[in-house]
Structures are given as C-alpha cells and as structure tokens.
Antibody, heavy 125, light 108 residues
C-alpha cells in the first residue's frame, strides 16, 4: 500500500525556518517524481515545488523561489522541504504527493496520485 | 502567468448530473486532472489525462477537455460527492503545475 507521511510542521515566527519531511513507503520511491502542495486555511490548493527521481531537476512556484528548497534522500525514501524566511502568507497545511508524469501525444501528462495527510505550518508572532 | 478559472460553487439535486468547469488559455492543448477534497481530508485524484479514472473511482465521474474548457461531470450525483473539486494541469517548464481555485459542490 502506497503511503506518504509528512512531519515537521510547527508554529514559527516570521523570518523563521523549518524543515518538513515526507516519509514514503509501499512503492519504489526512487522511480518517481514527488511534489509539495500547500493549502492555506479555508483556501484552495497551491503547488509549491517538485523534484525528479534523482534530484537533478527542481521546480518552484514563484512566491517561494529563493526561500524554499526541495530535496530527497532515496536511500531513506524521504522527501524534504527546507522553508526559510517564513512569512504569514506561508501559513498552510503542506502535503507531499507522488507525482506521475509522462509524455503523451507530444504533451506532458502530470498528476498527483497519492497524497499524505499533511503537516501544518503556522507563521505568527 | 497562467490561470485556471473554476466557478466558486455548483449546486445539484441528488440523482442529477453535476458539471464543474475549468477554463484556461489553450487548455485543449494540455492534460487536465481533477481532485476531490472533503472537509478535513487530503485531496483524492478522480480524473487524470482529461478523461481517465483511477482505479476505485466510481464510473459516475467523467471528464472532458475541449477548446479552452475542461469539464468534470458527475452523473447520478450522490450525497457523498459533496466536496471541493480542483482542476490541475502542467503549463510549461517555467510555470510548472497550476491548480484552479476550486469549486464547492453542494448536493441538496
């Protein structure tokens, strides 16, 4: 059974840092892209970042570039998100998800087929 | 920047058909997927690659994509389908992944 479990969320002051973790099991972690998606309280889903199988490709939403860093440890079946210079608007539940992608008819197919339960990051003084 | 536009809310009577739209520039050229999220739960993939259903998703869920609009259709809507629904696509290597703003489906 595919499982993803996030941890590391906390209450942090503006300007602070956290490291979020996502432990994967039930599939060959090193064969898949993985992604972080966040959801502010009462708001919609926002894609944050993703990373390819060996960590050589990383993409970020503009609002977190230069502040967040995605990484992975395939030996530990783990995904990470280092979040620095936190702002009130970063307050959200952060989900990790398995990221399926392929090229079909010359276009990229991308979707998130398994999600974790989320970890809450609250930025407040 | 690229945006996907969804209606904030859609209402449907039990047993009727619900249609939720997702609009975006040249969306016909992209592959769209849909997620269902119930209160307090993580999102669940219900449609991928415009029209395909993952294993375990009921046949009453279907998808289409034409022109600038993708549509999630729920036939014979049940009370358990009441949830928020989000469309999502990969736009390009600069923008990467984009979600629509979400649609709250009410079954009444």
């Amino acid at each position: 059974e595919v499982q993803l479990a996030e941890s590391g969320g906390a209450l942090v002051q503006p300007g602070g840092s956290l490291r979020l973790s996502c432990a994967a099991s039930g599939f060959t972690f090193s064969n898949y892209w993985v992604t972080w998606v966040r959801q502010a309280p009462g708001k919609g889903l926002e894609w944050v970042a993703n990373i390819n199988q060996d960590g050589s490709e990383k993409y970020y939403v503009d609002s977190v570039k230069g502040r967040f860093t995605i990484s992975r440890d395939n030996a530990r079946n783990s995904l990470y998100l280092q979040v620095n210079s936190l702002r009130a608007e970063d307050t959200a539940v952060y989900y990790c998800a398995r990221d399926l992608r392929a090229v079909y008819a010359m276009t990229l197919v991308s979707y998130f087929d398994y999600w974790g339960q989320g970890t809450l990051v609250t930025v407040s003084s | 920047s690229f945006e996907l536009t969804q209606p904030p809310s859609v209402s449907v009577s039990p047993g009727q058909t619900a249609s939720i739209t997702c609009s975006g520039e040249t969306l016909w050229d992209k592959n769209v997927c849909w997620y269902q999220q119930k209160p307090g739960q993580s999102p669940v993939l219900v449609i991928y690659q415009d029209t395909k259903r993952p294993s375990g998703i009921p046949e009453r869920f279907s998808g289409s994509n034409s022109g600038n609009t993708a549509t999630l259709t729920i036939s014979g809507t049940q009370a358990m389908d009441e949830a928020d629904y989000y469309c999502q696509t990969w736009w390009d290597s600069s923008t990467a992944e984009v979600f629509g703003g979400g649609t709250k489906l009410t079954v009444l």
